[in-house]
């Protein structure tokens, strides 16, 4: 059970009193907003259509707190100081709105309430899909790529509320006690600082367009395997969606603002949460509360709007006509209501309006409304709790419906089918359901679309569906295919350029480095049973291709137990350069193989990939490499190859760099020295180099040239055992691998500091 945090005893987070001001705006509130989305914890909430839920824009900003939680780790930000703690998020969020809540009531702050308005403070943000294992228990069976909150929300100092039917505008303004918080004045200043030009930048996506997380056939059949669940009777429907990701560089804002323009719906959304960004344009009202009374707004069913009004009258009554939609949208409301009644008054539940054709900028919605009266004692977070996720966005039963999910889907959803929007103090409510959403990270843009899969539901309809669904946001971002580079405007969270997507060549064919696959029960895979090499190209050349195949053939006859494969490695070469765009360009090859079956008489994978090479960055400011002594030792016979069981070097790679170091130097099994995690050592001292002598060790292609060289200059070559304190009292130290060339290390320079720090290493033990 979660230790609830208690923020009435703290003074910097204790409300005082809320204010509320009448203000002037002479701009569109989008662009008004523009200034405040690019600072983190920012939460636009922008309404369009003239739908009754549609009449408010809401701008959330300067957050005195902010909350967020991944799996049990919860996160609690007060005014920068941040409080870790270990429970349910749904007990985080009971245990602040409680808290809250009555800091908002002791302080009588209501009184300065417009009658009018939704929400003078409260927490705004999101709560993604995932919070559903908080609820329920589902076997989890997708994979969790992003990385991403599975709840984010802020409490703002500043709101900014449009009545949009009025047209006044006002600022609800926070005041805490006690210091480290913006007062009135400066809150108010911020508005008037917003007159500023309109919105700044651009963006692009990939000129690869977006890529789908399925192919047909793939998605296809898994219809096909939830029809057999609906006719075996294990289910009624389930919502099966598919993911479209492309690379993204640039303003996130002015995708926003470019899809409000083209389809205007009553839940536009705008979320800046630091190192993601959403944009949802969701048309549907989850839940709503207002005191005692809550609402949902189901959507089962679209038509595209007519380009008369003869024909909108013809698809609005093919809407309501359609048995598949009824039969959906029916369903749906019964789960709604079954959910709502755990936490609502007896009889108090009805339906409302029932299949009710909306009306939007581009389509037609089905639409149910369904109300209740709220059960003494329940709150909003009980409430949330009863409906999540949204019954219409997973399926029914929805318990078996997310089991499938899961079990169809290969990644989490995050946010998509989530919930976004606000949880007020004043004991109101309202979150959208989040489709037709995109989240922008990593300098990727990605989003997700699916539909309710029914007993009748035709598989390749199914998937045309999606697609048709996903036109909303594609056609918005397919005019900015990778159109410029560098773009001003571009928030902290995406690169400049993203990645161009590569060819690479596997067991005979090009094709994309993404659907490039390994047998899962090969011993290449189980045990890393392979060898690689890590060749350098200069301009379209291969550098030292026959020293690196001759280690390939050594290799593979000790580690593989067969002779090399019998491949033109150039012509393969040059043709991977040439499809990946790299001929005028420094890049670095890698061919890789391992053991397991490709073939009917064939017992290898072979993959080679080709990418342009990045010069890597020191650690340290001095110049070239700094070492330091990895403490594990390496003791095994596969150090006299370059085999897949690479793990070691790369484990003592990440530790140097976690203690401030370019490499880490490997002991051996006797204590000696050798080489780094990348490359080869070399010791010049009086006009000789010395290359340390092991009783296992690779030499490497470009050590190779190196000596060739030092030996033209004259230096004198010698084999010498090599221990870390002679390594600590050498004039000069190269470290040498193929696409570095050799890096010399004035280690000696730094004698304490390095004995020290080996010292401390040793006496850590690790």
């Not at 703690?85 to 809540?101: A, R, W």
């Not at 318990?399 to 109101?428: C, L, Q, V």
Request: net charge neutral; charged share 25%.
């Amino acid at each position: 059970m979660i230790n609830k945090p208690n923020f009435t005893t703290s003074p910097k987070t204790s409300i005082r009193k809320i204010l509320t001001r009448e203000v002037k705006i002479n701009k569109h509130f989008h662009e008004f907003a523009e200034p405040f989305v690019k600072n983190k914890g920012t939460v636009l909430l922008l309404s369009g259509g003239e739908q009754e839920h549609a009449r408010y824009n809401i701008l959330a900003t300067e957050p005195w707190l902010e909350i967020s939680s991944k799996g049990t780790n919860l996160f609690i930000t007060e005014q920068g100081r941040t409080t870790e703690l270990s429970g349910n998020p749904f007990d985080l969020l009971q245990g602040i709105k409680s808290n809250c809540q009555q800091m908002y009531e002791n302080q009588n702050s209501r009184k300065g309430d417009s009658p009018d308005l939704p929400i003078s403070a409260g927490l705004f943000g999101y709560l993604s899909y995932d919070m559903k294992d908080h609820i329920e228990f589902i076997s989890r069976t997708t994979i969790d790529d992003l990385n991403l909150p599975d709840l984010y929300m802020i409490a703002p100092q500043l709101l900014v509320i449009e009545d949009r039917v009025t047209g006044r505008i006002y600022a609800q303004i926070v005041e805490l006690e006690g210091d480290g918080s913006k007062n009135v004045d400066q809150l108010l200043s911020l508005l008037t600082a917003a007159e500023s030009p309109s919105i700044q930048g651009n963006f692009t996506i990939s000129r690869e367009g977006f890529e789908s997380n399925f192919k047909r056939d793939e998605y296809e059949n898994y219809i096909s395997e939830i029809i057999d669940y609906i006719k075996e009777g294990d289910i009624y429907q389930v919502n099966m969606s598919q993911r479209f990701t492309s690379g993204f560089s640039g303003n996130p804002y002015v995708l926003f603002t470019e899809l409000f323009k083209e389809n205007p719906a009553a839940f536009f959304s705008y979320l800046n949460c630091g190192d993601h960004t959403i944009v949802s344009t969701s048309p549907e009202r989850f839940i709503f509360q207002d005191k005692k009374r809550i609402e949902a707004k189901p959507i089962k069913g679209t038509r595209p709007r007519g380009k008369t009004v003869e024909e909108d009258d013809i698809l609005k009554a093919e809407l309501q006509a359609s048995p598949k939609d009824d039969a959906e949208l029916s369903m749906i409301v019964d789960l709604l209501r079954n959910d709502m009644g755990k936490v609502c008054k007896g009889g108090s539940i009805r339906v409302l309006n029932h299949k009710s054709p909306e009306i939007y900028k581009n389509v037609f919605h089905l639409v149910s409304t369904i109300e209740g009266i709220l059960e003494d004692g329940k709150d909003s977070i009980d409430l949330l709790k009863a409906c999540f996720p949204g019954g219409s966005i997973t399926g029914c039963p929805k318990i078996r419906s997310m089991e499938i999910i899961d079990e169809k889907e290969p990644f989490r959803r995050h946010i998509y089918t989530g919930a976004i929007g606000y949880i007020g103090f004043n004991n109101r409510m309202d979150f959208s359901i989040v489709i037709r959403t995109a989240t922008i990270t990593g300098g990727k843009v990605l989003f997700s679309v699916g539909g309710g899969i029914v007993y009748d539901s035709d598989p390749a309809d199914e998937f045309d569906e999606t697609l048709h669904k996903a036109q909303s946001l594609m056609k918005v971002m397919n005019r900015h295919i990778d159109k410029a580079r560098n773009l001003p405007g571009q928030t902290g969270n995406t690169p400049e350029l993203f990645q161009k997507q590569l060819y690479c060549w596997n067991d005979g064919k090009f094709i994309l480095e993404k659907d490039a696959v390994i047998p899962g029960m090969s011993k290449g895979y189980q045990y890393g049973k392979g060898i690689f090499e890590t060749l350098k190209i200069e301009k379209g050349k291969v550098e030292y291709l026959e020293e690196h195949l001759g280690r390939l053939k050594k290799g593979s006859r000790i580690v593989l137990g067969e002779e090399l494969t019998e491949l033109d490695w150039v012509g393969i070469a040059e043709l991977l350069i040439k499809r990946n765009g790299l001929q005028d360009s420094t890049a670095v090859m890698k061919i890789m193989i391992s053991e397991g079956k490709s073939g009917l008489f064939y017992n290898q994978n072979i993959t080679v990939t080709c990418k342009r090479y990045e010069t890597r960055k020191p650690i340290s400011k001095t110049e070239g490499f700094t070492l330091v002594i990895y403490t594990r030792k390496r003791e095994n016979f596969l150090a006299d190859y370059k085999t897949m069981n690479y793990l070691f070097y790369l484990k003592a790679g990440e530790w140097a760099k976690e203690n401030g170091f370019d490499e880490a130097v490997i002991l051996n099994a006797d204590g000696s020295v050798s080489e780094t995690n990348t490359g080869n050592i070399l010791l010049l001292r009086d006009k000789c180099i010395i290359v340390p002598e092991s009783k296992h060790r690779l030499p490497g292609v470009m050590e190779r040239k190196i000596l060739g060289d030092y030996k033209h200059k004259g230096f004198k070559i010698v084999k010498e055992k090599i221990d870390p304190q002679k390594l600590f009292k050498t004039q000069t130290i190269l470290v040498t691998n193929s696409l570095i060339g050799a890096v010399e290390s004035n280690i000696s320079s730094s004698l304490g500091y390095f004995d020290t720090r080996l010292r401390r290493f040793q006496r850590s033990n690790l």
